[in-house]
């Protein structure tokens, strides 16, 4: 099996399958040299080995296309892979927004919190001393 390489550039420019005109010539060029009966006109080869060599051609083709289809795959897995990345890096920058948030309120209650228990103990203090002075009116 022979193609002229000006014929399969000029009538493949890309194929169906993806193929540029140089991986179709690449591929043809190792038929060609891995085969001796290649090289012939046609009519002294024996059928049996152009149908292996069909089957390897065919063969070749599916490895290149399934390879093609891994490659994209693996890319769209890759894509995925970056948007959930690229959303949990906004949702951590969410979470530490609240997170600060959260422990600026803390702050200010905690604040709160120490100014009402130093109120208080003023307060208890004081309503003793007037418990003091009640008692010793009193007792007058």
């Not at 010539?25 to 090289?39: C, D, R, V, W, Y």
């Not at 060599?53 to 063969?59: H, I, L, P, Q, T």
């Amino acid at each position: 099996m022979f193609f002229p390489q000006d014929t399969v550039e000029c009538q493949f420019p890309v194929c169906e399958a993806g193929f540029t005109a140089s991986e179709i010539q690449e591929l043809l060029s190792l038929f060609q040299t891995g085969n001796p009966a290649s090289s012939n006109s046609g009519s002294d080869t024996n059928p049996s080995v152009c149908g292996v060599d069909e089957r390897k051609r065919r063969r070749m083709l599916s490895n290149r296309e399934s390879a093609r289809r891994s490659r994209w795959r693996k890319k769209r897995h890759l894509e995925n892979l970056n948007d959930q990345l690229n959303r949990m890096k906004l949702e951590n920058r969410e979470y530490k927004n609240r997170l600060g948030l959260a422990m600026h309120q803390f702050q200010l209650v905690q604040r709160e919190n120490d100014r009402l228990r130093f109120e208080s103990a003023a307060l208890r203090a004081r309503l003793s001393d007037l418990y003091q002075i009640l008692l010793t009116l009193q007792l007058q």
